[in-house]
């Protein structure tokens, strides 16, 4: 069964740090996944990154559609194309929303929770998405490079 964990927030330290990549494959890995993406439903949110829950590992769980679930261990973008600005908001900084420019096409080379590398192209809203998770494994947050604050 898995946990609701709680979710740090902007000016705990563990969100500014360069998590490290994730050498085992195992059971306490999977039971991890399990809590992110639960921690990530409960609290509405469409991506989380283990720095959000604490952990300082190159791990994100990303939303794609209303079934659909990316789990991405260690995530590289290999390539990235296009520009546009858009808002984004984050469980870790709550009440506040920026637009912030992201590549629109990205190829991404990850591992899933076996080990396997895989590969994944996305555009748009997940490229977005997963652009800005991948963003907490290295310390930075979408209030860093946003061009504009949205105020409510
Ligand atoms: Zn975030």
Not at 122 to 146: N, P, S, T
Request: aromatic share 2%; proline share 3%.
């Amino acid at each position: 069964m898995a946990d609701i964990r709680q979710i740090t927030q902007v000016g705990d330290s563990i969100l500014r740090e360069k998590a490290v990549t994730v050498r085992r494959f195992d059971d306490k890995l999977g039971r991890l996944l399990e809590d992110m993406l639960m921690t990530m439903d409960a609290a509405k949110g469409i991506g989380l990154a283990a720095p959000q829950i604490g952990i300082s590992k190159r791990i994100a769980v990303v939303r794609d559609g209303e079934e659909d679930v990316l789990e991405l261990v260690n995530p590289v973008i290999l390539t990235a194309s296009g520009r546009e600005e858009e808002e984004e908001r984050c469980l870790s900084v709550p009440g506040r929303g920026g637009l912030v420019p992201r590549a629109t096409k990205i190829t991404l080379e990850f591992q899933d929770r076996e080990g396997n590398t895989c590969r994944l192209k996305a555009k748009d809203y997940l490229a977005r998405v997963i652009q800005h998770e991948l963003d907490h494994l290295d310390g930075r947050l979408f209030i860093d490079i946003m061009t504009e604050e949205i105020l409510d």
